[in-house]
């Protein structure tokens, strides 16, 4: 993918940056390539390769029409809570690198509904901040909404999602204990018949005595 001036980009993991130069230098006597990139969140200048820009991840930032499908994303309650911190905080970094905003939605979600049950180590704190942040930013840029408004929006997303999840792992939990109980029911009725067998049989061996 190639990238001209003024394009609105985003490089993995630092957010939004605009092209203000395509520019050549010599470097060690050899001459390449480079984007000059603006990053919009402290004006810092970036410099990509040009060679470079597709495995860098470096990309053109979400349009207009993708951006109802991130809140969907984030309210839509789907949450994988069933690894380890070790295999969640790995993919999560995959995730992250991979400059795809839908990925860093996902590490939003997972980590947004776990700090809400748990707290947070510190590399996951940070982690979870920085895709707020990516998220946030670049809605904000693409919609020109101020970042105060998109915040709202998408932690109201976050919330909506959380309780979805609250509400699967409850149904989950009510068919689970509908399974167990019949079970529970038939075992109880077999004792008592045993029980019950067993009272009965001693009282014809009584009244066998007796006669």
Same mark, same amino acid.
């Given at each position: 993918?190639?990238?001209?001036? =003024?394009?609105?980009?985003? %490089?993995?993991?630092? =957010? ?8 050549? +230098?010599?470097?060690? =006597?050899?001459?390449?390539?480079? %984007?000059?990139?603006? #990053? @919009?969140? $402290? ?12 495995? @860098?991840?470096?990309? /053109?930032? @979400?349009?207009?029409?993708? &951006?109802?499908?991130? *809140? ?5 309650? !789907? ?6 911190? /070790? ?19 996902? &590490?939003? /979600?997972?980590?947004? *509904?776990?700090?809400?049950?748990? $707290? ?6 940070? #982690?979870?901040? +920085?895709? /707020? ?16 408004? &998109? ?24 068919? !689970? ?8 029911? &038939?075992?109880?009725?077999? =004792? ?20």
């Amino acid at each position: 993918m190639t990238f001209e001036i =003024g394009d609105k980009v985003i %490089y993995p993991n630092h =957010g939004l940056g605009v092209v203000q130069k395509i520019e050549s +230098r010599t470097i060690m =006597g050899m001459t390449c390539g480079f %984007y000059q990139l603006r #990053m @919009v969140s $402290n004006e810092t200048t970036v410099l990509v390769p040009v060679e470079n820009a597709d495995s @860098v991840g470096l990309r /053109k930032a @979400v349009g207009n029409s993708e &951006v109802d499908r991130l *809140y969907s994303l984030l309210g839509d309650g !789907k949450i994988d809570t069933g690894q380890n911190w /070790k295999g969640r905080f790995k993919d999560n970094s995959d995730r992250m690198r991979t400059g795809s905003l839908f990925d860093v939605v996902e &590490v939003l /979600k997972s980590l947004s *509904y776990l700090s809400r049950s748990k $707290n947070l180590s510190f590399r996951e704190k940070r #982690m979870l901040d +920085r895709a /707020k942040f990516l998220v946030t930013s670049e809605i904000a840029e693409v919609t020109r909404e101020d970042l105060p408004s &998109v915040e709202v929006k998408v932690e109201e997303a976050l919330e909506r999602s959380s309780s979805s999840k609250n509400r699967t792992i409850a149904r989950q939990a009510a068919a !689970k204990a509908a399974k167990v109980t019949p079970a529970a029911a &038939v075992a109880v009725a077999a =004792g008592a018949g045993a029980v019950g067998g067993a009272v009965a049989g001693a009282g014809i061996r009584r009244a066998a005595r007796a006669s």
